[in-house]
């Protein structure tokens, strides 16, 4: 590890996601975004739907195009990686980040009918007549929906 860079560990449900270095980090909090460099203060923070970016060091970022990396003098050699989390929770404390998900993928796996068959449900399910908790439930369930499918229109960018 140097001087500008963390350690980042990505937990999902269905197991860890990311593990290495990590030189900038940006989080879809419930209060807006929130980004993380080296030596942050220690904090704790409420993850919502939505896409994440972090900034990895070339030789982790497997299979990317290396002539998109930033190469600058005081900018390592690194990539930007775009994944959807879902809600969770990200602590900073002593230059290590974890973020606990329900949900994490990359772009590239999504499956985009499936996340547009997902968005028609919530919303087909948000005009019922729901008690407040099948509301926040389908309110979720439509965010993750609209997460992915944002996520698919940037990787085709």
Known sequence: M????????????????????????????VDGEKAFLA?????????????????????????????????DKN?????????????GVAYFSDNHCAVLAETAEWPD??????????LERAQEKMQRELSMREYRISQMA?????ARIRALSRKEK
């Open 109 to 118: 796996e999504i499956d985009e009918n499936r996340a547009r068959r997902a």
């Open 2 to 29: 140097s001087a500008k860079d963390f350690s980042l560990q990505i937990y999902a449900e269905d197991g860890v996601f990311y593990e290495g270095p990590c030189y900038e980090l940006i989080l879809p909090c």
């Open 75 to 87: 900018i390592p050699l690194s990539v930007w990686r775009e994944a959807v989390i879902g809600t």
């Open 39 to 71: 030596y942050h203060e220690d904090v704790v923070y409420a993850v919502y739907n939505g896409i994440m970016r972090f900034r990895i060091p070339v030789e982790e970022a497997e299979g990317e195009d290396v002539s998109a990396a930033i190469a």
């Open 142 to 146: 439509m965010a993750r929906a609209t």
